[in-house]
């Protein structure tokens, strides 16, 4: 890799971002054979920092960009955008975008095996976003959002280390770009809908419980998935007001299933981190629960543990206030991320929900299995309820009952339903007659 040594950082030797912004678009034009914009990130760089010190992170980086870009003949420039991402302008030449991949992955796995051997208390994994210009006119921080936006895409799969852009997700880009506009006008004109995905038993074959999940109804009458704004509203703070759409909803919903004498199941409702820092959003909830007369056992909310890395304190706070006034809380998507067993000793919660990627590498192979079994076994015994999310086949859900659960969510039961439809399908054949509606659902 070339550069003017007046240009570099001391630490890495890489130029400053800005220099690898003037000059990458001279270079591509000039003298490259497909070039490829890559921005590569280290997972749990902060947890290294913590645990081995940072003169031990910087000595990270510095190997880290030794390896990926100074002894790289691939890498024509690169730049350090903050303390451990960087983006690299490289040639892909003759090869082909597999062979590419390919490459990356062995190498993205290796370093990180590497690393990972020395210092096994982080564990941290590098992974990369591609891009391969298209448009060599293009502006090169578009270029840089591509290859970042790819990145993005596999931050929590951990089964990938390398993610190219697709035309997939330049839609996707365009149609996160619309999120805001979209979400107010949903909020205003009423399209945001209430979809419920069951849970059941695996014993009895038999409805358990039911989650929220929302959809946006677009100005076209397209839905849109979650996976499109989620991140945005929770990025702007903007996800409290979609909580409480729903959960309001669910709120109604169940007073009118009680109403109408319907047997209640418990319907989960997911939190989300902003929802703790905004001023009486969790008391408002309970009152408004408590207003419905529905026994709060019917209602149940879903955390994932990223809420708990600041401020422990306040959150488990609110956290014994809900379970104290009798709602369950569950542990969403557990095993989709590092340090969850370290966090669970630490959080007051009634169920934990497996994720589907723990469990399917928990199918893959015999050791998993065991894992898991164990695990189970281990949380059973310490009182936490379990179900596994994501089970598409009669095998999965086999597989998991022989290691001690009895509880599932997905595609083999069903998706999730828009609720009128959920509630022809589940609650209307759960009729509590002759009891009266109030007494019935207290049964
Ligand atoms: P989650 O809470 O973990 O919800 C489960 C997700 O798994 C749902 O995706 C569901 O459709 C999907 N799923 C269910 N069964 C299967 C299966 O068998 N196979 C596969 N591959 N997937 C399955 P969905 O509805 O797209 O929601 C994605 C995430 O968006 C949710 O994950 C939740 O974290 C978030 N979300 C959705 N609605 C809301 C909301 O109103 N508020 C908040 N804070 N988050 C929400
Ligand atoms: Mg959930
Ligand atoms: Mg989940």
Sequence with gaps: MRVEKTMTETLTRLPHIDYFKQTAGKIMKQEMKAPVILSLDISNFKYFNQMYGYDAGDKLIERCVCRYCHMNSDCVLAGRVYVDHIIMLIEMGHRD????????????RQFGDEVNQEFPLARVRMYMGAYVVEDLDDDINNMIDKAQYARRSIKTDYSKTIA??????????????????????????????????????????????????SRI???????????VYIDMLENTGLISRLDNYVIMKVIELQKEWMNNGYELTTISMNLSKMDFWKTGF????????????????????????????????????????????????????????????????????????????????????????????NLMNTFKDIQFEVICEGIESREEERIVHECGCNAVQGYLHDKPLPYEVFEDKYMKTRSCEPHSARSCCNC
């Design 164 to 213: 190219m852009f697709t035309t997939d997700m330049a839609m996707r880009a365009s149609q996160q770009a619309s999120v805001l506009p979209m979400f107010f006008s949903a909020l205003e004109s009423g399209r945001i809908k209430v979809y419920i995905q069951p849970k059941f038993s695996i014993d009895e074959q038999k409805l358990i419980g039911g989650e929220a999940l």
């Design 217 to 227: 109804v677009d100005a076209d009458g397209n839905i849109v998935s979650p996976s």
């Design 282 to 373: 969790i008391r408002r909830i309970d009152d408004a629960i408590r207003m419905s007369g529905v026994p709060a056992k019917y209602f149940e909310f879903e955390l994932t543990e990223t809420i708990f890395c600041e401020n422990l304190t306040e959150i488990t706070r609110q956290i014994d206030f809900l379970r104290e006034r009798g709602y369950k809380i569950s542990m969403d998507d557990f095993g989709s991320g590092y340090n969850s067993l370290y966090m669970l000793g630490k959080i007051p919660v009634d169920i934990i929900k497996f994720d589907r990627g723990f469990v399917l590498n928990s199918l893959s192979v015999d050791s998993g299995r065991k894992i898991m079994k």
């Design 97 to 108: 975008v597999n062979d590419l991949e390919i490459e990356y992955d062995t190498l993205n």
